[in-house]
């Protein structure tokens, strides 16, 4: 028996060495089946259940451990196990046991009576709070002690766990280099090999997270490949499978590669299925369904934000723009300042001002949509990333164009644009050229105009996005057969009305009577369908009259 037992043991290790996570579980409970493991053996137990995502074994393995350490007198590492249980249960959601749990933790590691790494990883769990709550100092503060902690313990998870506290901390600060600096610091050990397998795929997360949080496009496509290349190199990988396939989904979206996006997102979806965790469920859902929305396909895009909603993600901004392109600019704007009204960290509101100053523009409240360019120009100053200035370049753009400033407007246009063909953003792009085509036809270059719309045009082609490709088309040819039936006087009327100003100052603008402005505006409620400013607005700019 002890034969056996010590062959499948050394199976067991081999298949562990080589990251073939399911051979290695098996062989190693086999093993503890015959003769009980010892604490080295017990821990590859509980990685590979942790790689595999099997929560209840995770649990048992752990609390063995926690038992074998208690009765060697090794309170320090049984402080350590309570710790890893307890943060599991939070990430399940289970707070009250995970509290008790903690606690146990902490009378242990106290009751050492010198410092241990349990005190460290304690410590990252108030940094977590706090990043939580917002209080990005105090998070930064609790990250650096844990990492001088576990610089002493000489302890490599902790050091690169709290540089990964610690450079989200500093992101979320504006202090961007320094914090994505701190994050590379941490992959290098996970790069090595020389982290735990569960630490080396958190802090891959947490990396990728953190630069897509500012926008670092070429960073998250860096690392999203070196994540693909770590999960690819282990097939029975479970555990972070699903989250990298994610990933990928939303690089490939950026790169215009719409249908193999969809592709990765289903795939992720089918390998989080078993998982009891919904949050990169929701993030699949969502990802698909923006493919959908830029497509045209409504109906299936409705269903899976609907999904994504149901998993836990608020699926904004993705289905107030939706709500815009389905001509019903009052429901999306109502949609988006109730989102934002409960977003209070910089970095999330960004992530939705653009939206808020699309819908408000079309919903004729130009006075709102300059108040979010401002506070996103604001954002942009203090993060001080490429991306982040384009979004802000782009608003002020379209307030420029709003307001009849033609020549401000382009300039803005070009500098987003520049950015997002160095990003390799292809749709981003030709939204940015269509604007930068009105701008040009604004100022009386119909070469240029036709021309931005053109290249516009081919991109909208080639990636299927319909709606766009429709609107970019009634652009290029105006005149023929509109179906809104207005003259190029009320089209002028119309502009107008969409800066926000009153029929007397429109009257003052075009030499008219205010008569006859209003009789102009009846007769475009009348064409339109509409009965109010607002939704003329919406109307006129869904199908690029201005």
Same mark, same amino acid.
């Given at each position: 028996?002890?034969?056996?037992?010590?062959?499948?043991?050394?199976?067991?290790?081999?298949?562990?060495?080589?990251?073939?996570?399911?051979?290695?579980?098996?062989?190693?409970?086999?093993?503890?089946?015959?003769?009980?493991?010892?604490?080295?053996?017990?821990?590859?137990?509980?990685?590979?259940?942790?790689?595999?995502?099997?929560?209840?074994?995770?649990?048992?393995?752990?609390?063995?451990?926690?038992?074998?350490?208690?009765?060697?007198?090794?309170?320090?590492?049984?402080?350590?196990?309570?710790?890893?249980?307890?943060?599991?249960?939070?990430?399940?959601?289970?707070?009250?046991?995970?509290?008790?749990?903690?606690?146990?933790?902490?009378?242990?590691?106290?009751?050492?009576?010198?410092?241990?790494?349990?005190?460290?990883?304690?410590?990252?769990?108030?940094?977590?709070?706090?990043?939580?709550?917002?209080?990005?100092?105090?998070?930064?503060?609790?990250?650096?002690?844990?990492?001088?902690?576990?610089?002493?313990?000489?302890?490599?998870?902790?050091?690169?766990?709290?540089?990964?506290?610690?450079?989200?901390?500093?992101?979320?600060?504006?202090?961007?280099?320094?914090?994505?600096?701190?994050?590379?610091?941490?992959?290098?050990?996970?790069?090595?090999?020389?982290?735990?397998?569960?630490?080396?795929?958190?802090?891959?997360?947490?990396?990728?997270?953190?630069?897509?949080?500012?926008?670092?496009?070429?960073?998250?496509?860096?690392?999203?490949?070196?994540?693909?290349?770590?999960?690819?190199?282990?097939?029975?990988?479970?555990?972070?499978?699903?989250?990298?396939?994610?990933?990928?989904?939303?690089?490939?979206?950026?790169?215009?590669?719409?249908?193999?996006?969809?592709?990765?997102?289903?795939?992720?979806?089918?390998?989080?299925?078993?998982?009891?965790?919904?949050?990169?469920?929701?993030?699949?859902?969502?990802?698909?369904?923006?493919?959908?929305?830029?497509?045209?396909?409504?109906?299936?895009?409705?269903?899976?934000?609907?999904?994504?909603?149901?998993?836990?993600?608020?699926?904004?901004?993705?289905?107030?723009?939706?709500?815009?392109?389905?001509?019903?600019?009052?429901?999306?704007?109502?949609?988006?300042?109730?989102?934002?009204?409960?977003?209070?960290?910089?970095?999330?509101?960004?992530?939705?001002?653009?939206?808020?100053?699309?819908?408000?523009?079309?919903?004729?409240?130009?006075?709102?949509?300059?108040?979010?360019?401002? =506070? /996103? +120009?604001?954002? *942009?100053? $203090?993060?001080?990333?490429?991306? %982040?200035? !384009?979004?802000?370049?782009? @608003? &002020?753009?379209?307030?420029?164009?709003?307001?009849?400033?033609?020549?401000?407007?382009?300039?803005?246009?070009?500098?987003?644009?520049?950015?997002?063909?160095?990003?390799?953003?292809?749709?981003?792009?030709?939204?940015?050229?269509?604007?930068?085509?009105?701008?040009?036809?604004?100022?009386?270059?119909?070469?240029?105009? =036709? /021309? +931005?719309?053109? *290249?516009? $045009?081919?991109?909208?082609?080639? %990636?299927? !996005?319909?709606?766009?490709? @429709? &609107?970019?088309?009634?652009?290029?040819?105006?005149?023929?057969?509109?179906?809104?039936?207005?003259?190029?006087?009320?089209?002028?009327?119309?502009?107008?009305?969409?800066?926000?100003?009153?029929?007397?100052?429109?009257?003052?603008?075009?030499?008219?009577?205010?008569?006859?402005?209003?009789?102009?505006?009846?007769?475009?409620?009348?064409?339109?369908?509409?009965?109010?400013?607002?939704?003329?607005?919406?109307? !006129?700019?869904?199908?690029?009259?201005?």
């Amino acid at each position: 028996m002890k034969a056996d037992a010590a062959s499948l043991l050394e199976r067991a290790r081999h298949a562990y060495g080589q990251r073939a996570w399911a051979d290695a579980f098996e062989l190693l409970r086999a093993t503890d089946a015959i003769t009980p493991l010892g604490a080295e053996d017990l821990e590859r137990l509980l990685w590979t259940a942790g790689m595999l995502d099997r929560d209840q074994d995770i649990f048992a393995a752990g609390e063995r451990l926690f038992n074998m350490h208690i009765e060697a007198g090794r309170d320090d590492q049984a402080a350590y196990w309570a710790f890893f249980r307890g943060f599991r249960l939070l990430t399940l959601g289970e707070e009250g046991h995970a509290t008790a749990i903690i606690q146990q933790a902490q009378r242990l590691a106290d009751g050492v009576g010198r410092e241990c790494a349990a005190h460290g990883y304690l410590m990252l769990l108030s940094a977590q709070k706090e990043l939580m709550t917002g209080n990005d100092p105090a998070s930064e503060a609790l990250a650096r002690q844990a990492l001088a902690i576990g610089e002493r313990c000489s302890d490599m998870d902790l050091i690169a766990f709290a540089r990964c506290y610690l450079g989200r901390a500093l992101v979320r600060q504006g202090r961007v280099e320094e914090g994505i600096a701190s994050l590379d610091e941490a992959m290098l050990p996970a790069a090595d090999g020389k982290l735990s397998p569960i630490v080396t795929g958190l802090v891959y997360c947490n990396l990728i997270a953190a630069c897509r949080q500012v926008y670092a496009f070429d960073r998250s496509r860096e690392w999203t490949e070196a994540l693909s290349n770590w999960c690819g190199a282990q097939p029975q990988l479970v555990q972070f499978n699903g989250v990298c396939l994610l990933h990928r989904a939303e690089i490939m979206e950026l790169n215009g590669a719409w249908q193999d996006s969809i592709v990765e997102a289903r795939r992720a979806t089918r390998s989080l299925a078993h998982s009891s965790g919904n949050e990169a469920a929701a993030g699949a859902a969502y990802q698909e369904a923006e493919i959908h929305r830029l497509r045209g396909e409504f109906a299936a895009a409705e269903d899976l934000y609907r999904t994504a909603s149901r998993l836990g993600l608020e699926p904004q901004p993705g289905m107030a723009l939706l709500r815009l392109m389905q001509g019903r600019a009052e429901q999306a704007a109502a949609t988006i300042r109730r989102v934002l009204a409960t977003t209070k960290a910089p970095l999330g509101r960004a992530r939705l001002l653009p939206a808020l100053v699309e819908i408000t523009m079309a919903a004729g409240a130009v006075d709102e949509a300059r108040e979010a360019c401002e =506070e /996103l +120009e604001t954002i *942009a100053i $203090r993060f001080a990333t490429d991306i %982040l200035a !384009a979004m802000a370049s782009q @608003a &002020r753009g379209q307030i420029e164009f709003a307001g009849g400033d033609a020549a401000a407007a382009l300039g803005h246009f070009r500098t987003a644009l520049t950015t997002w063909q160095r990003a390799g953003a292809p749709y981003l792009e030709a939204r940015l050229r269509v604007l930068a085509g009105q701008a040009c036809r604004m100022l009386g270059d119909e070469d240029g105009s =036709e /021309l +931005e719309f053109e *290249a516009a $045009r081919s991109i909208f082609t080639a %990636l299927g !996005a319909a709606p766009d490709l @429709a &609107r970019v088309d009634q652009l290029i040819r105006p005149t023929t057969s509109p179906s809104h039936g207005l003259t190029r006087r009320e089209i002028e009327v119309l502009g107008l009305v969409a800066t926000g100003k009153t029929n007397r100052l429109i009257a003052t603008d075009l030499g008219l009577s205010e008569k006859t402005v209003d009789r102009h505006l009846s007769n475009i409620f009348d064409k339109l369908a509409v009965n109010s400013r607002a939704a003329a607005t919406a109307y !006129a700019f869904q199908n690029g009259l201005l």
